[in-house]
């Protein structure tokens, strides 16, 4: 079962987008989940998740479950047609669980323990946790299996988003058994890790330890594996329990990642993850305060179809208005809700879901916005939740298309992780924001992206842009050269190729050669030194600037299609151009300020034969991105600006059923998704 059977599910045989949000009755009484489940009607929520931090109302005692409450929520949402996301509720261990087995509690890097009082406050390898999440989850999964309010399972909640990494006890052995399976031999594991450095030679695994608080920066390679390992203890608790789901129900399984902002989410290894799901769903929360928070919507949503393998996901949460958790809150303006949720729709989200139903009273979270907000119906926020859901139900035949993209950005979690870690030539090395930046000259361009990784199978894109794929292993280089060797451009960035798989320098100890040592060749360039900016700094370049970072080089068999024109690296290639096989690879080994960027990006897209839209020109703040599947194709058209934008495009307009007779007026801050005609 996967998304496709949950959207004609919820839509009685005919796909219907699905709508709704979580749902934590337990904090509210009978009376007030009977006014909830008429103004779920009212807005056309047909799915709701249930249960996510339920564990201490549900069992009060180890052993002792009270499901009375949870039946009777369940039948409530049945019988007025809302289908249940229900969880296994194995998010938050209750108080008496920390109190009864104490060091099953998340240990930080400087040995302090953690206790209850929030959530998450469990360590991944504890047994005790292990064994109580399982029991918890046979017993729901025993319930309600065949209840017919159940639509799909939604296991935990953000695996990592508080107490991860742990370093306690649990980690420490855990890490050691994940070396072992590993590394085989601790001599394989002291080459790895290069542990020739510092005297840091291991001679039996028990000397090993969790990247612990030391004097100063921690073996590198450690830290690489360690959160490698991290992520792994986090899944084989995901997979521990949707086993236990599976064995009772053939219902879809789901655990909800965290690709939200702020940095992508650090802690698990989502390309590791999504193969092991039945849908992929993801959390996004808007950086209020960041102007082109809409781009860094789009970002995500185009990572989350990466993890999805370009199929249709589900947006498991966003906000209806302000979060809690950002320095300042700012509240969604008029309008705002309705184009994140279309952005969502657009880059192919078939579920446009919440955080949460109703806000809290209570809690660290009763100033986060809800679908009902604390003033109730006669307000913006709920107005809209009304909007959406009637808008949403008007396009529900975009369920199950997939999005049109013209080319695709790289992102692999190692190359983040390894890139990420400290002791760098520049802290200004960033490989998220490189991300970001990259891909907000592609959305700019109106060009749409799928977010993949170095080893996918790349070969349907014109272009390929990897920006800062600091580590790469040997499988990824050599899919990048048999990418390019077939025809496709691609665009690698500074600090691109320089470690292996253990966070080793790739060179040659004998003849040198230079950086990047995993692509030199296919680039046809060698790089001596690294040069970083100094804050703020700009270095000339035959055209525009570039800014954070310069190299000292030279070409071998590349082109310099611009140069450093000052400083230390005057005349040293800057951005260069590469003939192999039957197509090109482009290196920019700095980063390019706007100026540098149009004399560039218009060069790459030509080589790769992309015609960017017009619309990009004429109207910057319209987001264009189109579905497509057997049955015809979607334009979406979000309107960011002040002003009412026109879009050439024959066909229906969904929301408001009239058809755009050639051109679709899409006014300011407003949407439109039209099925193209023909
Ligand atoms: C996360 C969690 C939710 C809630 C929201 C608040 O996404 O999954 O339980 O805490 O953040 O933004």
Not at 188 to 217: K, V
Not at 302 to 318: C, I, N, S, V
Not at 572 to 578: E, F, K, Y
């Amino acid at each position: 079962m996967d998304l496709n059977d949950l959207t004609r599910r919820l839509g009685n045989g005919t796909p219907r987008i699905a709508f709704g949000a979580d749902y934590n009755p337990e904090q509210w009484s009978r009376e007030v989940w009977k006014h909830d489940v008429e103004l779920m009607r009212e807005a056309g929520v047909n799915l709701v998740s249930v249960g996510i931090f339920s564990w201490a109302l549900l069992e009060p005692e180890e052993g002792r479950y009270e499901f009375g409450w949870l039946d009777e929520v369940m039948d409530l949402l049945h019988a007025n047609g809302i289908a249940v996301d229900l969880a296994n509720a194995s998010a938050s261990p209750p108080p008496w669980f920390t109190v009864k087995y104490p060091d099953s509690a998340p240990v930080d890097e400087n040995g302090v323990r953690q206790t209850h009082g929030s959530r998450q406050a469990f360590a991944a390898c504890s047994p005790d946790y292990r064994r109580a999440a399982a029991a918890l989850t046979t017993a729901i999964a025993e319930r309600y299996s065949q209840h017919p309010a159940l639509a799909m399972w939604h296991i935990h909640n953000e695996y990592g988003c508080h107490n991860q990494p742990d370093f306690g006890p649990h980690a420490e052995r855990g890490f050691r058994e994940w070396l072992r399976a590993r590394y085989g031999t601790i001599d394989a594991l002291n080459e790895a890790w290069g542990t020739a450095f510092w005297s840091q030679h291991y001679y039996d695994w028990s000397e090993i330890m969790p990247p612990r608080r030391s004097g100063t920066w921690v073996n590198p390679s450690q830290q690489l594996d360690f959160a490698r390992f991290s992520s792994d203890s986090l899944l084989e608790c995901f997979e521990a329990e949707a086993d236990i789901i599976r064995a009772h129900s053939d219902k879809p399984v789901t655990t909800n990642f965290m690709g939200t902002n702020m940095g992508l989410a650090r802690p698990v290894d989502y390309w590791r993850w999504a193969p092991r799901m039945d849908i992929v769903s993801n959390d996004h929360y808007l950086i209020a305060e960041d102007p082109r928070n809409h781009q860094d919507l789009a970002l995500v949503a185009d990572l989350t179809r990466g993890w999805a393998q370009t199929k249709p996901w589900l947006l498991m949460e966003h906000s209806t208005s302000a979060v809690n958790w950002q320095p300042r809150n700012i509240a969604k303006s008029p309008g705002q809700m309705l184009r994140n949720s279309f952005q969502h729709l657009a880059r192919g989200a078939d579920g446009i879901l919440f955080f949460q139903w109703r806000a809290s009273r209570a809690g660290a979270e009763k100033f986060h916005s809800g679908m009902v907000p604390h003033a109730g119906r006669d307000t913006k926020v709920w107005r809209e939740v009304v909007e959406l859901g009637a808008a949403l139900e008007k396009a529900s035949e975009v369920a199950g298309s997939r999005v049109v993209a013209d080319a695709a950005l790289l992102f692999d979690t190692d190359a983040r992780w390894a890139a990420e870690l400290d002791s760098h030539p520049s802290m200004e090395a960033q490989p998220v924001r490189e991300l970001r930046e990259w891909h907000d000259a592609l959305f700019r361009a109106g060009i749409t992206t799928d977010v993949r990784q170095s080893t996918d199978d790349l070969s349907a894109y014109p272009l390929v842009v990897a920006p800062m794929l600091y580590l790469v292993t040997d499988d990824g280089a050599a899919n990048l050269r048999r990418y390019v060797e077939g025809g496709g451009t691609l665009v690698l960035t500074y600090f691109s190729g320089i470690v292996d798989e253990h966070d080793r320098i790739i060179m040659d100890p004998l003849n040198g050669g230079g950086y990047p040592g995993a692509f030199r060749e296919l680039l046809g360039i060698e790089i001596e030194e690294f040069f970083p900016l100094h804050a703020a700094e700009t270095v000339p370049l035959t055209e525009g600037s570039g800014e954070r970072w310069s190299e000292l080089g030279r070409t071998t068999t590349a082109e310099a299609v611009s140069r450093y024109e000052a400083g230390p690296t005057a005349g040293s290639p800057a951005v260069t151009r590469n003939a192999a096989g039957r197509g090109h690879a482009y290196y920019v080994g700095t980063t390019p300020d706007a100026e540098a960027l149009a004399g560039l990006l218009p060069r790459v897209l030509a080589d790769a034969g992309i015609e960017p839209p017009r619309h990009a020109a004429e109207h910057p703040d319209l987001e264009v991105v189109t579905r497509a599947s057997e049955e015809g194709s979607w334009v979406f058209a979000i309107n960011h600006g002040t002003e009412d934008a026109r879009l050439p495009v024959d066909g229906v307009e969904l929301v408001s059923g009239s058809a755009t007779e050639g051109e679709l007026r899409v006014p300011a801050g407003g949407v439109a998704v039209v099925r193209v005609a023909g």
